[in-house]
């Protein structure tokens, strides 16, 4: 697991030198919630507020997140990907499943279905434990 967050990291760097890899984790967040308050990020990934706010500031600066007022409540801030963030966002995730399509393309069809299960019980938090061999794993 450290290798896989160890090439993730310089995946990111690669792709965009002066983020981060938890800009990145910060950008995918915004894509997938958009509309989230900074506090909402902090309270997500156990940090101070402090250091989500210094990490927003950095993307905002490049461009790549704004803040805008809450629609429901005026006093809130929230925070979307821009257009530039979505397109930088984009060709790091295309960037990325090709190098995962490339490092697997030698693996069997039952290694691979162990894989995914494995990392989908990873990040569901359970105990790890595999389908059994009549069950189908749906294509992610």
Known sequence: MTAFARRARALAAHMHPELSFVSFTLLSHLEHQPGSRATDLAAHYML????????????????????????????????HLTDHGAEILAEVNDHRR?????????????????????????????SGTVPSDGEQLAEE
């Open 48 to 79: 101070d507020k402090s250091t989500i706010s210094r990490q927003v500031s950095v993307l905002e600066k490049a461009g790549l997140v704004e803040r805008t007022t809450d629609t429901v409540d005026g006093r809130v801030y929230v925070l």
């Open 98 to 126: 090709l190098v995962f399509r490339e490092r697997l393309a030698g693996w069997e069809a039952d290694d691979l279905a162990r894989f995914a299960a494995y990392l989908r019980g990873y990040n569901e938090g359970s």
